[in-house]
């Protein structure tokens, strides 16, 4: 018996009944939606009868394609979603780091990176949440490079004092400079001038008594003494060691070697004073020696550039009359004063004292 004439079978009866109890239309419709779910009940439970599928092992099998579908859907569409999340998060990055490298300094840059968690953009369980970095610059103040000034100038003014058997001066003007440079940390070598005055008054010159034998005539013109002028040039090669150069005050011991050329004169012009036809005025005598020199000190600095120089130094005449010039003959007795004194000067033990500005460069 086939589907269909069971379902006629089953209608007839049920119509029947239904007319015999006095059914209304309204409840054979009612009936008839029965009997559609009835229908719809015996054909999904219905078996295979004939080696083939029935409508419900249909059904069951569209299902899972259609599941199987919606799942490859679902995750092409969580994969969709990563690759966009991903694209965007390389692109984040690529401007970050891009505007980083734009901004650094050269010497120094410090970055401090912070990692925020992104709340996942799919609602699916199985999405990873990607880390969006950020990046913060932070600017580092560029270490100040203090600048070595090795080089520095220093003018000076001082006072000399000089003492020998039969000398004993005062300058009253000694004033100089100087240019240095370190040579090591420590030790400095330098090149300076000097140039130093003083006036002498010569009372001591055999000559000046009434029964000298240049006759009285000299002892009346020049009874006070003959006025004399000296000078002298140096120049000077001087090495220094300094105890400290880290602290504001720089102690110092240094060593010198100096050239001197001295002049020295009578200042009157012989008062016209002449005898045995030598006229009196016109002598002068010029020198030159080299002496070395010890040297004690300090460095006061009032900034990097600027700073005092403090200077005790002690000379000695090496060797003297190295270039000598007479201005007159040697048969003028005052002329060969005035060469006793020049040697007697260069013999004696000089004491400078002298301060100056430090200029650094």
Same mark, same amino acid.
């Given at each position: 018996?086939?589907?269909?004439?069971?379902?006629?079978?089953?209608?007839?009866?049920?119509?029947?009944?239904?007319?015999?109890?006095?059914?209304?239309?309204?409840?054979?419709?009612?009936?008839?939606?029965?009997?559609?779910?009835?229908?719809?009940?015996?054909?999904?439970?219905?078996?295979?009868?004939?080696?083939?599928?029935?409508?419900?092992?249909?059904?069951?099998?569209?299902?899972?394609?259609?599941?199987?579908?919606?799942?490859?859907?679902?995750?092409?569409?969580?994969?969709?979603?990563?690759?966009?999340?991903?694209?965007?998060?390389?692109?984040?990055?690529?401007?970050?780091?891009?505007?980083?490298?734009?901004?650094?300094?050269?010497?120094?840059?410090?970055?401090?990176?912070?990692?925020?968690?992104?709340?996942?953009?799919?609602?699916?369980?199985?999405?990873?949440?990607?880390?969006?970095?950020?990046?913060?610059?932070?600017?580092?103040?560029?270490?100040?490079?203090?600048?070595?000034?090795?080089?520095?100038?220093?003018?000076?003014?001082?006072?000399?004092?000089?003492?020998?058997?039969?000398?004993?001066?005062?300058?009253?003007?000694?004033? %100089?400079? $100087?240019?240095?440079?370190?040579? *090591?940390?420590?030790?400095?070598? +330098?090149? =300076?001038?000097? !140039?130093?005055?003083?006036?002498?008054?010569?009372?001591?010159?055999?000559?000046?008594?009434?029964?000298?034998?240049?006759?009285?005539?000299?002892?009346?013109?020049?009874?006070?003494?003959?006025?004399?002028?000296?000078?002298?040039?140096?120049?000077?090669?001087?090495?220094?060691?300094?105890?400290?150069?880290?602290?504001?005050?720089?102690?110092?011991?240094?060593? %010198?070697? $100096?050239?001197?050329?001295?002049? *020295?004169?009578?200042?009157?012009? +012989?008062? =016209?004073?002449? !005898?045995?036809?030598?006229?009196?005025?016109?002598?002068?005598?010029?020198?030159?020696?080299?002496?070395?020199?010890?040297?004690?000190?300090?460095?006061?600095?009032?900034?990097?550039?600027?700073?005092?120089?403090?200077?005790?130094?002690?000379?000695?005449?090496?060797?003297?009359?190295?270039?000598?010039?007479?201005?007159?003959?040697?048969?003028?007795?005052?002329?060969?004063?005035?060469?006793?004194?020049?040697?007697?000067?260069?013999?004696?033990?000089?004491?400078?004292?002298?301060?100056?500005?430090?200029?650094?460069?």
């Amino acid at each position: 018996m086939t589907i269909s004439t069971r379902r006629l079978t089953f209608m007839s009866l049920f119509l029947a009944t239904a007319l015999a109890a006095g059914i209304h239309s309204p409840q054979l419709r009612a009936q008839d939606d029965m009997l559609d779910e009835a229908d719809d009940a015996l054909q999904m439970d219905d078996i295979n009868l004939e080696g083939k599928l029935s409508p419900s092992e249909r059904l069951r099998q569209r299902r899972e394609k259609l599941e199987e579908r919606n799942k490859i859907m679902v995750e092409k569409k969580i994969e969709d979603i990563r690759v966009k999340q991903e694209i965007a998060l390389t692109n984040k990055l690529q401007d970050a780091f891009g505007k980083s490298l734009n901004n650094l300094n050269e010497d120094k840059v410090q970055q401090e990176v912070k990692v925020v968690q992104a709340a996942p953009v799919a609602p699916q369980p199985v999405v990873a949440p990607a880390p969006v970095v950020e990046t913060k610059i932070i600017e580092v103040e560029k270490p100040v490079i203090k600048e070595e000034k090795k080089s520095k100038v220093i003018p000076f003014i001082g006072a000399q004092s000089i003492k020998g058997d039969k000398t004993d001066f005062e300058t009253k003007m000694n004033i %100089g400079a $100087s240019v240095e440079t370190f040579v *090591l940390p420590q030790l400095s070598a +330098g090149l =300076g001038i000097g !140039y130093s005055t003083m006036d002498i008054t010569d009372t001591a010159n055999a000559y000046l008594n009434n029964g000298s034998v240049i006759g009285s005539g000299y002892y009346s013109s020049f009874s006070g003494g003959r006025k004399m002028s000296y000078d002298k040039l140096s120049i000077e090669a001087n090495s220094k060691f300094f105890l400290t150069v880290d602290s504001k005050v720089k102690p110092f011991a240094g060593l %010198g070697l $100096s050239y001197n050329r001295s002049n *020295l004169k009578y200042d009157d012009n +012989g008062n =016209g004073y002449n !005898y045995n036809g030598i006229n009196y005025g016109s002598e002068g005598f010029s020198s030159t020696s080299m002496a070395a020199s010890a040297k004690l000190g300090a460095e006061v600095d009032f900034s990097e550039t600027v700073g005092l120089n403090i200077d005790l130094s002690y000379a000695k005449t090496l060797s003297s009359g190295l270039a000598n010039k007479a201005d007159t003959t040697n048969s003028n007795p005052d002329q060969v004063r005035l060469q006793n004194v020049t040697k007697s000067i260069e013999d004696s033990d000089i004491t400078t004292i002298a301060a100056g500005l430090v200029v650094r460069f």
